[in-house]
């Protein structure tokens, strides 16, 4: 047999080595030939197609429809609205060869596409009927990063991005928050990441946005992550675009538009947030494999024991269950059993000769360590049980994530405190803000710690004084992120 | 009431002016500023939506799994295949500038991804445990093309790329054959294009490949569509990027490899093949709209037909039917008619005041003309007759395509014919060829005709003379083609 297996680093003691061994383990991705650029390995895109479909139901009943714009974005489009060039410039990808000839003007590789879209929608808009356009794409965009890590910062990744275009403020304004809405329900629901929402710092916000909403994931290691956001761009966009429609009263007047996007960085996110010493943890409606039958033999009883593997396997699979048998004789049990563990299957079934005398299995699940994880369950509960407990198991592990993330939210009653917790302790850190940039810079300099959110009027929203200033400011959530 | 509809131009009269404007009027999809490049609109989106989920199931069920691999290819790469740089290297668009640097080495866009995935793959594929590898990528390609036409042929298309890798010669062969299949099955069942079957000619291979399996399309004008592919590679890739791995015998040997793609090019057989003076005409399985449910009122009972209207909506609705209701106030009923035969909605379902009081509806069938295509349901009736209607539909929009094929293709029994068919009939034309690039370059010279395929042995393969040298041969189908 061979029991070699390589070991992975411990997530608390690097848990940056730990990232980086996992992807590759857990055959999640791989380096691509030009810096920052990644494979998404079947694994790993397994889960990406999950959160997808998940993303995209709730775009279509929220009444979006998809469509697809061109890749390449001509410089002077990008040129249009001032932010985007200055956001954008650095990270830029240029195409300045087509067919063996020079081009007369460069083209960027979109890195984002409001300035591609918004020509096409200053064709498509003209009336008020024309309104609202809900229209989402799913596509690959280009941000040429100096310091790259697969899934949560690459030169090349996979996302969705949302483009809309409305006659009033309030209804941007609406959809905007709508959609961090939908994009909340996914992270509770199927990723079982208990993000903050609030809204960004003027400074955080997208380049040409009035208003950022943003999704903010607590990361295993106390660091946050920005896991998706959702922009009401005003009319800051339709201006340098000249999108405009003649409204009820026959007035040619300027648009209101929308962007919002989610990409394969959250998959990078769901790493972080679940996975432990062992390996991965994936949340069992995203799990490409949601249970894995690993038959425990011995030479004489191995051809009954495969029978019943098989048999087992068959009858999961005929109910609906995305199942593995591990049916290899060249390893361990206890070999299959860490291999499993670490690709984060949520439902590990073990086959032995006495279970199958006791007409039973066992059922051992990846959230929960040791004995409690485990359970005998008669064969012929098998099918019934595994359903339940793989919903436990996704209300379990959004329940973990939620109480790592309390447990790590600190309210900060001194500048000092702020700092010792960010170094310290790390976490989100909740301390009144004055609302100017200049104390939210002398923050980040002195400690690295950014403003997250601005959490909305109501939800933890208190006045007091900045910490900083002294003056008057209202709660703001801070810390380091990735 | 607005009246003023656009005429579109009859496909008889002029196939390329009505293929435009039929592209721009049904909304499937618009110009770029790139020269070639289009967004596909929403409406057209939705029909590849339809048939990426159609094709993606067919590719699961046979094993397939899907991945991303990078958008970009250093040129070093893509030169490792000699016929594969000769071939795309005048269409590539060059990335040089990264982050506002100089490249070292300008790197490609993808215009497909052998080149990329193989590198992958020389470092995944080790032993003969690993194979085989059936990996499939949803994506975007770019081709500098000259000249250019929405869907048909554009610098940016949307595709599905499929790359495998197997252990021996016989299983490369088969898996090529067999994702021929699954797109033979697609034509026929989902876009109800009965597409001819059989091998390339040498000449017609794709770049690198042993073999080059085709399904062509016969299009409405008679001209021919190659419409998807799918390769064996053999070990041509494999010797250029290195790919080998240990037998069961321990000796290290080079892969087999495949690869097979079918593009958003479909969309404009889809078209091209089923499109009629009155516009287009979508098969049910794709028609992102399967009924449109147009109200006939007049000022006087406007509300009661209008709610009659919107209680059938929601019934369709819920019984899971793709639906629409144009209460459009502005347009009359026959403005709305010519609208939704113009986009290709398989049935209408008229609704006046005389139905509401017979408690019926009125189904008209968009494949058949005239008083034919029309028929009064009693109103309980209705869910259940459109379901069966919409499948009469999709079958026999398959029958008039296949007597469409069938009625032009033709064999000839001398050069002259050929040549006269080809000139003034177009279609297929059968006629036995000798195997020698002479002969076929002879023939496309005279008559822009190419061989679309060679059929598989025993399907018309009949042996004869060749029309040009006299020598013995086997036949082959030549067509004028897109």
């Known amino acids: 047999m061979v029991e070699a297996v390589e070991k992975l680093t411990k997530k608390s003691e690097d848990p940056s080595k730990w990232y980086l061994q996992l992807v590759r383990m857990a055959k999640l991705a791989d380096y691509g030939p030009v810096r920052g650029t990644f494979a998404i390995r079947p694994y790993g895109y397994a889960i990406w197609e999950r959160i997808q479909a998940d993303l995209d139901a709730r775009f279509k009943a929220t009444g979006h429809q998809n469509a697809y714009f061109p890749l390449l974005i001509p410089e002077s489009y990008l040129k249009k609205e001032a932010e985007v060039v200055e956001a954008f410039d650095p990270e830029l990808a240029w195409v300045t060869i087509g067919g063996r000839e020079e081009l007369e003007e460069r083209l960027a590789v979109r890195p984002t596409s409001e300035s591609i879209i918004c020509d096409f929608y200053s064709n498509w808009v003209q009336s008020y009927r024309d309104l609202p356009i809900l229209i989402n794409q799913w596509c690959n965009v280009m941000r040429w990063e100096k310091v790259t890590r697969p899934f949560l910062r690459t030169a090349e990744f996979l996302w969705q991005e ?183 299957v949520p439902v590990r079934v073990e086959l032995g000769p006495k279970d199958i005398e006791n007409e039973q299995a066992v059922l051992v699940r990846r959230d929960v360590a040791g004995k409690e994880g485990k359970e005998f369950v008669p064969r012929n509960a098998l099918p019934g049980r595994l359903r339940e407990l793989l919903g436990e198991i996704q209300e379990n592990m959004l329940a973990q994530a939620t109480e790592f993330r309390e447990a790590n939210t600190r309210r900060a009653e001194s500048y000092g405190e702020l700092k010792e917790i960010i170094e310290e302790k790390r976490g989100f850190v909740l301390a009144p803000w004055d609302g100017t940039p200049e104390t939210e810079q002398h923050i980040k300099e002195e400690t690295k710690a950014t403003i997250r959110l601005l959490p909305f009027a109501g939800e933890a929203g208190e006045e007091g004084k900045d910490l900083v200033s002294g003056k008057p400011g209202t709660t703001a959530v801070f810390a380091r992120a990735y």
Chains 1, 2 share one sequence.
């Open 162 to 344: 949302g483009h809309t275009v409305h006659a009033t403020a309030e209804e941007s304004r609406e959809e905007a928050l709508k959609m961090q809405g939908v994009y909340r329900d996914t992270f509770y629901e199927t990723l079982a990441i208990p993000v903050m929402t609030g809204m960004k710092s003027p400074s955080e916000r997208f380049p040409g946005a009035i208003e950022t909403f943003t999704c903010e994931g607590l990361m295993g290691d106390g660091r946050a992550l920005q896991a998706a956001t959702s922009h009401d761009l005003g009319q800051n966009f339709s201006r340098a675009f000249d999108i405009t429609f003649l409204d009820e009263q026959q007035d040619r007047v300027y648009a209101h538009q929308t962007s919002w996007g989610f990409s394969t960085r959250v998959i990078g996110g769901l790493i972080l947030v679940h996975g432990d010493d062992r390996g991965l943890k994936i949340p069992p409606k995203l799990a490409p494999t949601e249970a894995v039958i690993v038959p425990i033999w011995r030479g004489n009883n191995k051809g009954e024991v495969r029978r019943e593997a098989e048999a087992l396997f068959s009858e999961l699979k005929d109910a609906g269950f995305r199942v593995e048998a591990d049916l290899d004789e060249e390893h361990s049990p206890g070999y299959k059993f860490n291999e499993h563990e670490m690709r984060g």
